[in-house]
């Protein structure tokens, strides 16, 4: 018995002596709560800039000759009779979005622009008409949906041994709220972003936020078994709960911070030297690394302490 009490007593001594992000939780959840609430206010604000994948259109990827700028190029096309967006990749190509086009107005597009521009090469065409753009977006948001309704149900299965002091279920429907924590985030900065900068949301958006739910819910799961683990092992003493969840974020903690570092710097990588083509997917992905880093330490765990602290309540 021996062995066994001093491991209890190093347990509580750990409680004690490590920082109190429990005990703090209020003003936590207070930062994230005004950070969604933002976020939710730019997205109901400035909505989402929709690419051509969505809203369906027509997508010429043309390099033209030097000097030649976006606002000729948006006159030359707009005076077609096509009013479009004009963006300048990193290789120095000319993005032009436009409605959908059929093969002649494609070409009398090409025709005027090597009319005024001369040697103008076109790199790539890609047309998608809004049928399928609106078949794209209901795919994306039952893929979303789908993903964090499993992923829901089997935390809470894996979780069925640890039903005390909070129900299995809860830890489930926590990882949840944290993932939906991660995914706001982004599309407020995305919001804006698309606002005033032109970023558009298209099907590399989506598969980010997808990414974004994986490593947020791997994240969270990291500290809530380690929860488990504790709570299992500790089951006779008399430590508390918030002390066993306290203890087991710092177990987790420099692991945590850890795996964020070593995959935020690559995808800040992308950011600054990656092309246009990746911009929205790695932006998206920095941020949503960003916001699960914090949400797994300071807003899921938290949370699942005063689910118990509501629970006693009752």
């Given at each position: 018995h021996a062995p066994r009490n001093s491991v209890r007593v190093g347990?509580?001594?750990?409680?004690?002596?490590?920082?109190?992000i429990i005990g703090h939780s209020k003003l936590w959840l207070a930062i994230s709560g005004t950070i969604l609430a933002?976020?939710?206010?730019?997205?109901?604000?400035?909505?989402?800039?929709?690419?051509?994948?969505?809203?369906?259109?027509?997508?010429?990827?043309?390099?033209?000759?030097?000097?030649v700028t976006q606002e000729q190029v948006r006159a030359t096309v707009e005076h077609a009779g096509f009013p479009p967006t004009v963006q300048t990749a990193s290789d120095g190509s000319m993005l032009?979005?436009?409605?959908?086009?059929?093969?002649?107005?494609?070409?009398?597009?090409?025709?005027?622009?090597?009319t005024d521009f001369g040697d103008v090469t076109e790199q790539e065409?890609?047309?998608?008409?809004?049928?399928?753009?609106?078949?794209?977006?209901k795919q994306a948001i039952i893929a979303i949906g789908l993903v964090l309704?499993?992923?829901?149900?089997?935390?809470?299965?894996?979780?069925?041994?640890?039903?005390?002091?909070?129900?299995?279920?809860?830890?489930?429907?926590?990882?949840?709220?944290?993932?939906?924590?991660?995914?706001?985030?982004?599309?407020?900065?995305?919001?804006?972003?698309?606002k005033f900068f032109g970023?558009?949301?298209?099907?590399?958006?989506?598969?980010?936020?997808l990414t974004i739910l994986g490593y947020s819910i791997n994240d969270t799961i990291v500290v809530f078994d380690r929860t488990r683990e504790n709570l299992y092992r500790h089951r006779h003493d008399d430590t508390t709960f918030a002390a066993t969840v306290n203890a087991s974020i710092m177990e987790t903690l420099a692991r945590?911070?850890?795996?964020?570092?070593?995959?935020?710097?690559?995808?800040?990588?992308?950011?600054?030297?990656?092309?246009?083509?990746?911009r929205s997917f790695s932006v998206t992905l920095l941020v949503g690394i960003l916001a699960g880093a914090y949400s797994s330490i300071f807003v899921a765990s938290p949370l699942l302490v005063m689910?118990?602290?509501?629970?006693?309540?009752k």
């Open positions: 347990f509580t001594s750990a409680c004690n002596m490590q920082l109190n933002t976020s939710m206010i730019c997205v109901a604000v400035f909505g989402l800039n929709e690419g051509i994948d969505f809203t369906g259109g027509s997508l010429l990827s043309i390099h033209a000759p030097e000097g032009v979005r436009v409605s959908p086009l059929t093969e002649a107005e494609h070409q009398s597009i090409l025709t005027a622009l090597r065409f890609n047309s998608v008409g809004p049928t399928i753009g609106n078949e794209l977006r309704l499993l992923i829901a149900a089997y935390i809470a299965w894996a979780f069925r041994r640890v039903a005390e002091p909070v129900a299995s279920w809860k830890y489930g429907l926590i990882t949840l709220i944290a993932a939906a924590h991660d995914v706001v985030i982004p599309l407020g900065v995305f919001a804006v972003l698309g970023f558009e949301a298209d099907t590399a958006f989506v598969a980010a936020l945590s911070l850890n795996t964020t570092l070593c995959v935020l710097l690559p995808v800040l990588a992308i950011v600054i030297f990656g092309g246009e083509s990746t689910s118990e602290f509501w629970g006693k309540k």
